[in-house]
């Protein structure tokens, strides 16, 4: 079992539109939380980060929360545009070696 | 700042080829280079994890004699698939953390997709 689950596994979304994306993991100890955007035959791009103390992080269109208590972590995407359509990855560093386990993505398609 | 390239961008190969990948930080030194691959709709797998001047310590069921590494500089890994077999087939993509940056912090490459027929 994935200790980083994503969900869901893929999302169409009519442009404009709002959508959220879900993390839910099980590693620990907790060190941070990143959400990477990854287009198509890409690397990933860092989206946003966050450690235990934050709740919330935005980046443009782009805002991500946190629950450590529940370890989860939502990405929300307001306003979506057509580029936004790529796969977003959730990826929880453990411990303080740099260890990072990743979910296996959400793939999202926006459509005009 | 924090810019990874890798070379090439994609290849195809014949069946017991190799096939070298390069990875450079541009306009930064790294500690540390990661390499991954990513089958189709699936997430990243570390491969192995390659440190500049020392042996790359590779994943488990990651052969080390297969997918060679070697990190001469601070600014350059290479990833050596040797005798390619269409399994190989992926897309191959690396990341470094920077010198003087956030240990936890990777920035990632372009990939390299790799094509065995």
């Known amino acids: 079992k994935n200790q980083v689950e994503q969900s869901p596994q893929s999302l169409i979304i009519l442009e404009g539109k709002n959508c959220t994306l879900q993390c839910n993991y099980t590693v620990s100890p907790f060190s941070n939380l990143r959400w990477y955007k990854q287009d198509t035959g890409r690397g990933p791009v860092s989206l946003t980060i966050?450690?235990?103390?934050?709740n919330t992080k935005s980046n443009g269109r782009y805002t991500a929360t946190l629950d450590a208590d529940t370890k989860q972590s939502s990405l929300h995407i307001t306003a979506s545009q057509l580029s936004d359509s790529a796969s977003y990855i959730c990826?929880?560093?453990?411990?303080?070696?740099?260890?990072?386990?990743f979910g296996a993505g959400t793939r999202l398609t926006v459509k005009p | 700042g924090a810019v990874v390239s890798q070379h090439p961008s994609r290849v195809i190969c014949k069946s017991g080829t190799s096939v070298k990948i390069e990875c450079r930080s541009l306009d930064f030194q790294a500690t540390t280079m990661f390499w991954y691959r990513q089958f189709p709709k699936q997430s990243l797998m570390l491969m192995a994890t390659s440190n500049e001047g020392s042996k790359a310590t590779y994943e488990q069921g990651v052969e080390k004699d297969k997918f060679l590494i070697n990190h001469a500089s601070l600014t350059l890994s290479t990833l050596t698939v040797t005798s390619a077999h269409p399994e190989d087939s992926s897309f191959y993509i690396c990341?470094?953390?920077?010198?003087?940056?956030?240990?936890?912090?990777?920035?990632f490459g372009p990939g390299t997709r790799l094509t065995v027929l």
């Open positions: 990341s470094a953390t920077s010198l003087e940056g956030p240990r936890d912090t990777q920035y």
């Open positions: 966050m450690t235990f103390s934050e």
């Open positions: 990826v929880v560093s453990v411990g303080d070696n740099n260890d990072m386990r």
